[in-house]
Each structure stands twice: as structure tokens, then as C-alpha cells.
């Protein structure tokens, strides 16, 4: 937001330019309860006193005086529509606004605050129509140019803000929000190196922003430079520790690296920080799970499904510990929970029917199979084990044809081919079950040694000895 600069022709020193005696000057007045100070010079300054050290309430009751005094100042009444605008009473801004245009109609500051109050009403239209009003005032106008743009960016129309960033950075290099805003357009057009480099323009202006070091590890992790995106992180954090944003996405780069271990470490962090970062605990335990620790992964599961009883990849992830844990029982709780909230999800019935048949509930197994095939029909894996299973039950043509399927999406898949070569074995169609067998051995000839034991009396038979001795 512009700041009160535009007081009257000779701008007010910023809050590092003031000097103590002023400071401690007002202090004084304030203190000795000088509230009804008629001065307009000493009101002013306190006005921007108090603005400046965003307290607002004081400087309502402030400017309030000094319109008391000058009812028909365009300066006036936008400073108060500054002030009301931080103390989000946006409709009274906009009011005051108004009554400042009605005075001075060609004021281009005006205009730019009234669409930063209307772009924080959402009115988006509004705000577009109030900073190009500024701009036909004042063309080159950085403010209005800035605000249309983040404005503009906000509706996530990307290029077009991205076009006013650069007018403005052809006019002022240096300006160094502009260069920021653009390193987050590049990144949402996709543009992830222009991205890094207009973050880095930005960094090289103002090197203790925590969030451009944060943003910068976001794309360099999308682009896979994932320990370049640790050391972005790890700026960050060194400029503030407690960003727990940061600690869970520096969880993921180490993650992404297979540094399972330091991913923890950082889960940990953003947990401490964060105590309900269900996505921290959530990975926390993908984490567990992957080195082998379905003890703590559940744990850190359960932590996540406390914080949101609805996070469905985390009963899923506790379910597949149970599975590790060979306790079929409460994986198959957890399948089902996670289905009652996400139903169409394949990878969560495939895991049901794997628990269910793991239970013996064979029934239910083949009905999770086919909302499997039906959520992804493509899925010759599951084909195999729905054929396989129907196979089991005795229901050989449905078996036959599931596994048809299978190898019409999948031609190499070896277990398929085995399966139809017992099917055929019990139908007696050796001949076929020769052809199907050879398929199988071709892609896995340990399948040999599984079809001796299963049937010892075809070893020797005229289709399948010749195998066997290959």
C-alpha cells in the first residue's frame, strides 16, 4: 500500500529518517494528554506517526480532528481512508475515498487506494477500473502499475500481469517487489528457470526475505534440484526458524532424496511449530513406512487421523502397516474407512481385496477386485488377480477371461500365462496349456521348478517334457 508520502508537498521523512527528538516529542504531548491538539502541522505528524507504527485506532481519532479543521481536504479524507482501510472497515474507506475524488478528481493516489480497498473487497472489476483510472492519469504511474498487477495475479491471469511486472522493471530495475512478484508468475506459467532467476534478482536487492528463499526452493524442487532446494530452505530458516512451511518442504526435498532419516528430522520440526501439520504427520509416516518402521509410521498416521478424522491417505498409509504387520484384520478397518470417505479410489480397493483376501473373505475380495477394474480397467495386475482368484473359487470361465484381459494389456505378464496354462491342464487341453506354459518360462523360468511340484505326473508328458528339459 502507498504510504503517506503525499501529506502535502514535501513528503514526511520515513520511520527511520525520523529523529528521537521528534519521536520523544510526541511521546510528551501524548502523554500530558494533548488529545485535542489544534495545530494541523503537529496533527499531521502525529497522524503519520501513528500509521506508521500500525496503530491505527489513534490515528483515526487523529485524522478525525484534523477534518474537523480542513472538512474539505482531498489529502484528509484519503488519509482516513488509509486508516480505515488496515482496520478493515473497508465499506467506510471506500466512503472516504469518494469524498476525496469529490475534491480533487485528478489525484491518481486516490485512485490506487481505492482499488487496493476494492480489491480487498473482492471486487476485483472494481479495483481493474480504479488503478487504470490512475493510470490514465498518470501513465507511468508505479504504483497503480504494481497494484494492477498483483491484482491481476490474484485472478491468476499470469501473463497478463506478468506484462506489467516488466514495464515496470524496464522502468525501475530496481525495483525489487516487482522482481519478486515475477519469480511467482513465472513459476505458475511454468517458466521455472525465469522463475529461479527473477527470485534471485529479488534476493540480490533485499537478501533477508524468507519468503523469496522459501518460494525458490519450491520451484527448484519442482524441477528436481531437490538439494539445491534444501540450501534455498535452509536460508530461510536461518532468517526464520520458526517457518514450518519451510521445515515440511525441506522434509520432502530430503525425502525425495532418499535421506529418509533427515526427512524425519524435518517433519519433526514442522511439527513442532505446527502441532496439527497433518500433511507433516502424514509423511512423517510415509516416511516410517518406507525405512521399515510400521511402528512409528502408525503412530505418526494415527496423529494425523487425530487432527483430521477425514485425511483418507492416512488410514490407507496405517492400513498398509497393519498389511506389514501381517494384521489383515485393522488394515481392512482402515481400507474400509478411507473408501467411506474416498469411494473412488483403485489403489484403496485393490488394497481391500488383497486384506480381504488375505482374511479368507473370498466373496468379498472379488467384489473390491471389480471396483478396481471399474476405476481402472486398464490395470492388468489387477485383471491377473481377479482371474486368479475366480480361478481358486472354481469359476474357470470368468477366470479364463479375466486373464485374457490381462494379456491383452499385458502380453509378457508371466503369472497370467501360468494360470491359463492350469486352466487349460483342467480342462485337458494340453496342447493349449503347452503354449500358455512356454509363455510363462519365457519371461520367468523359475516357474519351472513351481510347475514340478504342482504336477509331477505331466513332467514327462510330450507337451511339457520338452520345457521342462529347456
Same mark, same amino acid.
Given at each position: 500500500?502507498?504510504?503517506?508520502? @503525499?501529506?502535502?508537498?514535501? =513528503?514526511?521523512?520515513?520511520?527511520?529518517?525520523?529523529?528521537?527528538?521528534?519521536?520523544?516529542? *510526541?511521546?510528551?504531548?501524548? /502523554?500530558?494528554?494533548?488529545?485535542?491538539? &489544534?495545530?494541523?502541522? %503537529?496533527?499531521?505528524?502525529?497522524?503519520?506517526?501513528?500509521?506508521?507504527?500500525?496503530? +491505527?485506532?489513534?490515528?483515526?481519532?487523529?485524522?478525525?480532528?484534523?477534518?474537523?479543521?480542513?472538512? +474539505?481536504?482531498?489529502?484528509?479524507?484519503?488519509?482516513?481512508?488509509?486508516?480505515?482501510?488496515?482496520?478493515? /472497515?473497508?465499506?467506510?474507506?471506500?466512503?472516504?475515498?469518494?469524498?476525496?475524488?469529490?475534491?480533487?478528481?485528478?489525484?491518481?493516489?486516490?485512485?490506487?487506494? /481505492?482499488?487496493?480497498?476494492?480489491?480487498?473487497?473482492?471486487?476485483?472489476?472494481?479495483?481493474?477500473?480504479?488503478?487504470?483510472? $490512475?493510470?490514465?492519469?498518470?501513465?507511468?504511474?508505479?504504483?497503480?502499475?504494481? @497494484?494492477?498487477?498483483?491484482?491481476?495475479?490474484?485472478?491468476?491471469?499470469?501473463?497478463?500481469?506478468?506484462?506489467?511486472?516488466?514495464?515496470?522493471?524496464?522502468?525501475?530495475?530496481?525495483?525489487?517487489?516487482?522482481?519478486?512478484?515475477?519469480?511467482?508468475?513465472?513459476? +505458475?506459467?511454468?517458466?521455472?528457470?525465469?522463475?529461479?532467476? #527473477?527470485?534471485?534478482?529479488?534476493? &540480490?536487492?533485499?537478501?533477508?526475505?524468507?519468503?523469496?528463499?522459501?518460494?525458490?526452493?519450491?520451484?527448484?524442487?519442482?524441477?528436481?534440484?531437490?538439494?539445491?532446494?534444501?540450501? #534455498?530452505?535452509?536460508?530461510?530458516?536461518?532468517?526464520?526458524?520458526?517457518? =514450518?512451511?519451510?521445515?515440511?518442504?525441506?522434509? &520432502?526435498?530430503?525425502?525425495?532424496?532418499?535421506?529418509?532419516?533427515?526427512?524425519?528430522?524435518? *517433519?519433526?520440526?514442522?511439527?513442532?511449530?505446527?502441532?496439527?501439520?497433518?500433511?507433516?504427520?502424514?509423511?512423517?509416516?510415509? %516416511?516410517?513406512?518406507?525405512?521399515?518402521?510400521?511402528?512409528?509410521?502408525?503412530?505418526? *498416521?494415527?496423529?494425523?487421523?487425530?487432527?483430521?478424522?477425514?485425511?483418507?491417505? #492416512?488410514?490407507?498409509?496405517?492400513?498398509?502397516?497393519?498389511?506389514?504387520?501381517?494384521? =489383515?484384520?485393522?488394515?481392512?478397518?482402515?481400507?474400509?474407512? $478411507?473408501?467411506?470417505?474416498?469411494?473412488?479410489?483403485?489403489?484403496?480397493?485393490?488394497? /481391500?481385496?488383497?486384506?480381504?483376501?488375505?482374511?479368507?473373505?473370498?466373496?468379498?475380495?472379488?467384489?473390491?477386485?471389480?471396483?478396481?477394474?471399474?476405476?481402472?480397467?486398464?490395470?492388468?495386475?489387477?485383471?491377473?488377480?481377479?482371474?486368479?482368484?475366480?480361478?481358486?473359487?472354481?469359476?474357470?470361465?470368468?477366470?479364463?477371461?479375466?486373464?485374457?484381459?490381462?494379456?491383452?494389456?499385458?502380453?509378457? *505378464?508371466?503369472?497370467?500365462?501360468?494360470?491359463?496354462?492350469?486352466?487349460?491342464?483342467?480342462? @485337458?487341453?494340453?496342447?493349449?496349456?503347452?503354449?500358455?506354459?512356454?509363455?510363462?518360462?519365457?519371461?520367468?523360468?523359475?516357474?519351472?521348478?513351481?510347475?514340478?511340484?504342482?504336477?509331477?505326473?505331466?513332467?514327462?508328458?510330450? +507337451?511339457?517334457?520338452?520345457?521342462?528339459?529347456?
Amino acid at each position: 500500500m502507498p504510504s503517506f508520502d @503525499h501529506f502535502d508537498d514535501d =513528503p514526511l521523512p520515513r520511520p527511520n529518517d525520523r529523529s528521537d527528538d521528534d519521536v520523544r516529542r *510526541f511521546r510528551e504531548q501524548l /502523554r500530558n494528554g494533548e488529545k485535542d491538539i &489544534n495545530n494541523t502541522e %503537529a496533527l499531521e505528524e502525529i497522524i503519520q506517526f501513528y500509521f506508521e507504527h500500525e496503530q +491505527f485506532e489513534e490515528a483515526l481519532h487523529f485524522v478525525d480532528r484534523l477534518l474537523s479543521f480542513e472538512p +474539505f481536504s482531498g489529502d484528509g479524507w484519503q488519509r482516513k481512508g488509509m486508516i480505515l482501510n488496515n482496520l478493515y /472497515r473497508y465499506t467506510e474507506a471506500l466512503a472516504c475515498y469518494e469524498k476525496a475524488l469529490s475534491l480533487n478528481p485528478t489525484d491518481a493516489e486516490i485512485f490506487v487506494n /481505492r482499488g487496493i480497498t476494492l480489491d480487498n473487497l473482492n471486487n476485483i472489476e472494481g479495483a481493474l477500473e480504479s488503478f487504470n483510472a $490512475a493510470l490514465d492519469l498518470d501513465p507511468l504511474y508505479e504504483e497503480a502499475l504494481f @497494484h494492477k498487477a498483483v491484482t491481476l495475479e490474484k485472478q491468476e491471469q499470469f501473463k497478463e500481469a506478468l506484462h506489467v511486472f516488466r514495464m515496470i522493471l524496464d522502468m525501475n530495475p530496481e525495483h525489487v517487489d516487482a522482481w519478486y512478484e515475477l519469480g511467482y508468475c513465472y513459476d +505458475f506459467l511454468e517458466e521455472s528457470e525465469l522463475s529461479v532467476k #527473477s527470485y534471485d534478482e529479488h534476493l &540480490n536487492r533485499d537478501p533477508y526475505n524468507y519468503n523469496a528463499w522459501y518460494n525458490r526452493g519450491i520451484v527448484l524442487n519442482r524441477m528436481g534440484q531437490y538439494s539445491k532446494a534444501i540450501e #534455498s530452505y535452509d536460508m530461510a530458516l536461518a532468517i526464520k526458524e520458526d517457518f =514450518p512451511s519451510a521445515w515440511y518442504n525441506k522434509g &520432502n526435498a530430503f525425502a525425495n532424496l532418499g535421506r529418509l532419516y533427515d526427512a524425519i528430522t524435518c *517433519f519433526k520440526q514442522t511439527i513442532q511449530f505446527e502441532a496439527g501439520d497433518v500433511p507433516a504427520w502424514h509423511n512423517l509416516g510415509n %516416511a516410517y513406512e518406507e525405512l521399515g518402521l510400521y511402528t512409528e509410521a502408525i503412530w505418526a *498416521f494415527t496423529n494425523a487421523i487425530k487432527y483430521d478424522s477425514r485425511h483418507y491417505e #492416512s488410514y490407507f498409509g496405517r492400513g498398509c502397516c497393519y498389511d506389514a504387520l501381517e494384521d =489383515p484384520k485393522r488394515a481392512l478397518i482402515d481400507y474400509k474407512t $478411507a473408501l467411506s470417505i474416498h469411494t473412488e479410489y483403485p489403489e484403496l480397493w485393490y488394497a /481391500r481385496a488383497d486384506a480381504e483376501y488375505n482374511l479368507g473373505l473370498v466373496e468379498e475380495c472379488l467384489e473390491s477386485y471389480k471396483m478396481v477394474l471399474k476405476l481402472d480397467p486398464r490395470n492388468a495386475e489387477a485383471f491377473f488377480d481377479y482371474g486368479d482368484t475366480l480361478y481358486e473359487m472354481g469359476e474357470i470361465k470368468e477366470a479364463e477371461e479375466a486373464l485374457e484381459q490381462c494379456l491383452s494389456l499385458s502380453p509378457t *505378464f508371466a503369472p497370467a500365462h501360468y494360470t491359463l496354462a492350469r486352466i487349460h491342464i483342467l480342462l @485337458h487341453k494340453y496342447e493349449q496349456a503347452s503354449s500358455s506354459f512356454k509363455a510363462a518360462l519365457t519371461e520367468e523360468p523359475e516357474l519351472s521348478e513351481r510347475f514340478r511340484k504342482e504336477y509331477p505326473e505331466l513332467c514327462v508328458h510330450e +507337451f511339457f517334457a520338452p520345457l521342462l528339459k529347456k
